[in-house]
């Protein structure tokens, strides 16, 4: 099993994190240390008890996801959504010039 980890230069050296799930970091002065100081972290914790597993995923859905504007029906139903808009506001100013008609 691999875990991918960052290494990144720091004021005083190197640290390395591992991320999420595991939420580890080691700071050194060279980056090889960085890495060493967090596997000992790692091993400390599987030694405790801590169980690494992988855990499957769903397959992807076979209904291919579009972004709306790239789908077909987007402007049809966009266009619905401005129709009924449109009715709701003329029923809406009809309602209230008969309120201030009254």
């Known amino acids: ?3 991918s980890i960052l290494v990144e230069p720091t004021s005083s050296g190197f640290r ?3 991320g999420g799930p595991l939420h580890l970091s080691a700071d050194a002065s060279t980056s090889s240390d ?3 100081a967090l596997q000992s972290q790692i091993a400390h914790r ?3 008890g801590a169980v690494i597993v992988k855990l ?3 397959p992807p859905s076979p209904i291919p996801i579009l972004p709306l504007a790239e789908n077909s029906l987007f402007d049809e139903w966009l266009a619905a959504v401005e129709e009924f808009r449109n009715q709701r ?6 309602a209230f010039a008969d309120e ?3």
């Open 1 to 3: 099993m691999s875990i």
């Open 16 to 18: 390395a994190d591992t």
């Open 34 to 36: 960085a890495i060493a």
């Open 46 to 48: 599987v030694q405790n």
């Open 56 to 58: 499957p995923t769903p």
């Open 89 to 94: 506001d003329a029923e809406d100013q009809a």
């Open 100 to 102: 201030m008609d009254r």
